[in-house]
């Protein structure tokens, strides 16, 4: 395994592969890797002749007064688990390299970028699409894995890589969980115990609202009014908002039907969580 720092010499080894006929499957992350990470890194082994993966703390996709300065940064434990997942490259850029002096540039993917949680992180997704754009212009992978918890991400991902002609496919790997079903998350090492036990809420919530809409409940306001209970019940949860949209164009939906996303974003204590969850009806 190589851990490479800068755009070009990655560019240059990734093509060099490449020009042999290798496949490359390639995971971004911002590091402080968890087994979700972990299954997407052992998909694009399995799938691909050479796996990349990316540790970049991409600071435009923080608002002022977000977690920036705080994120976690175990690199040394991050490149072990890389090591140990069969990884052949690390791609481990600093700011600088990414976004040199005079940056001016930036991919927006509109729509879908100023709902859910882009109403309450403006800009965030922007710095997403920027980030992921330049990432895959770097890599140059056949194969780009993107976890389902992220879902808004995922879809603007894949609508910017259509968009401009990204020759990569993108492939969304479902939400990996604790065995209690929370999702896991790098956020996830703020809480605290009692936050943790609390954070189970937001699966709660989704089972429910699966559970009603099995028992034929088709009234997305009724759903969202019945999680919002729930939720609410935990002293310690804040909502920033529960949704059922259109699971392509993230469109509200009054009524649960077809391909739908039902999503959450709750803030337990202080630490911001997200969970969705697909569905077809």
Known sequence: MKTITKPDAMFKAVMAVKTKGKSVGFVPTMG??????????????KDNDIVVVSIFVNPAQFAPGEDLKKYPRPVSKDIALCRKAGVDFIFYPLPKDIYPQGFKTYVSVDDLSQV???RTRPGHFRGVATVVAKLLNVTQP???????????????IKRMAEDLNFPVKVRVMSTVREKNGLALSSRNAYLNKKEKEDALVLFKSLNL?????????????????????LISKKKSAKIDYIAIVNAETLE?????????LIALAVRIGKTRLIDNVLLKV
């Open 142 to 156: 056949d194969i780009l894995y993107l976890g389902q918890k992220d879902a808004q991400q995922a879809i603007i």
């Open 252 to 260: 509200p939906l009054n009524k649960i039907r077809g391909n739908c």
């Open 32 to 45: 402080a890797l968890h087994e979700g990470h972990l299954s997407l890194i052992r998909r694009a082994r």
């Open 209 to 229: 609202a699966l559970l009603l809409i099995k028992g034929g409940l088709r009234d997305a306001g009724r759903l969202i009014k019945r999680v919002r209970e």
């Open 116 to 118: 859910l949680c882009g």
